[in-house]
């Protein structure tokens, strides 16, 4: 069936780097691709989207690039900070309602 | 952006009781809200597509006589565990959109957290 695969599992990153996050979908009709930002025991929060009319999107230290050709999505987060460590999750549309798929969730770690 | 509700915030029980979460849309109207269970260290899995005056959808291998849904108005969907047993120990989820269009943003209620003793 339709997933997002999500990569990597784990992500320790020096503050002040720079954290890439990975996912692929494997549903053609996906059309929507948020990014979630969550922290232990709270609910996700909407960091950035992306739909499938555009190739690549920025907030500040945050950017998403689309690939709808090959698949991929990717989350850029710059100059990272304490703050930003968290479990961000990827995510696409399917089916009629717009459900979404989520990937399994990449841990990040930033070092001061 | 959008505010979507739940109640409670987390609960114990005692294996075989039934319990009730609740999402309310608070300042929007919600045609269809999505229940998403999540496990320990790992992703949010969908269970069900609610539907207000419609029977929800449910994934697949989500028992429905299990996991029942009722969305009776626009602003309020309901979980209910049934005879609930210490497997079913989970952070519930639910989420609506504040627009018909389905690559809107999704809303996240704040989550229940479900202790089955």
């Known amino acids: 069936g339709e997933n997002v695969e999500q990569h990597p599992s784990t992500l320790s990153v020096q503050e002040g780097d720079s954290a890439v996050i990975k996912c692929t979908y494997s549903d053609s009709a996906s059309n929507y691709f948020p990014w979630y930002k969550q922290e232990l025991g709270k609910r996700p929060q909407l960091i950035i989207d992306i739909r499938s009319n555009v190739g690549e999107k920025k907030d500040q230290r945050i950017a998403v690039t689309l690939n709808k050709t090959a698949k991929h999505f990717s989350l850029h987060i710059t100059e990272t900070q304490p703050e930003d460590s968290a479990v961000y999750f990827c995510a696409a549309t399917r089916g009629s309602w717009g459900k979404l798929q989520f990937g399994a969730g990449t841990q990040v770690v930033v070092t001061p | 952006g959008a505010v979507v509700s739940q109640h409670p915030s987390w609960v114990i029980c005692k294996s075989g009781t039934s319990v009730k979460i609740e999402c309310r849309s608070l300042?929007?109207?919600?045609?269809?809200m999505f229940w998403y269970r999540q496990f320990p260290k790992q992703s949010l899995m969908l269970m069900a597509t609610s539907n207000e005056g419609s029977k929800a959808t449910y994934e697949q291998g989500v028992e429905k006589d299990k996991f029942l849904i009722n969305h009776a108005s626009l602003t309020l969907s309901t979980l209910t565990v049934t005879s609930a047993h210490p497997e079913d120990s989970s952070f519930y989820i639910c989420?609506?959109?504040?627009?018909?269009?389905?690559?809107?943003?999704?809303?996240f209620g704040s989550g229940t957290q479900l202790s089955v003793l």
């Open positions: 989420s609506a959109r504040d627009a018909p269009a389905v690559n809107e943003k999704l809303f």
């Open positions: 300042d929007f109207q919600a045609t269809t």
